[in-house]
């Protein structure tokens, strides 16, 4: 059984840091992409940041250049550093990875594997 496992959320002040981690088991994504995915109180599910089995990353604007996602493939893990932190970052963000290796896309469709999401609040 695939399982996706969050940690790192929580309550922090605009303008900090919070680090999300996320660790699979069940099977090794090293060939598959894997990405963040949030969504805030009242609207749809958005997505944040990808990272491909290479390392080749892709991020939703909004977060270009405070967002920055990794992975460690040793650890079948991906993680998301997000810095300069702004309210409008306030969500329940998710693990994902696609399970067709080697395709990269932002589309929630296209992921086959969720984690079950991890709070993240920003107080402005």
């Known amino acids: 059984q695939v399982q996706l496992v969050e940690s790192g959320g929580g309550l922090v002040q605009a303008g900090d840091s919070l680090r999300l981690s996320c660790v699979a088991s069940g099977r090794t994504f090293s060939s598959n992409t894997m990405g963040w995915f949030r969504q805030a109180p009242g609207k749809e599910r958005e997505f944040v940041a990808f990272i491909r089995s290479g390392g080749i990353t892709y991020y939703v604007g909004s977060v270009k250049g405070r967002f920055t996602i990794s992975r460690d493939n040793a650890k079948n893990a991906v993680y998301l550093q997000m810095n300069s932190l702004k309210a409008e970052d306030t969500a329940v963000y998710y693990c994902?990875?696609?399970?067709?290796?080697?395709?990269?896309?932002?589309?929630?469709?296209?992921?086959?594997?969720w984690g079950q999401g991890t709070q993240v609040t920003v107080s402005s």
């Open positions: 994902a990875a696609d399970r067709t290796p080697y395709r990269s896309t932002p589309l929630s469709t296209t992921y086959d594997y």
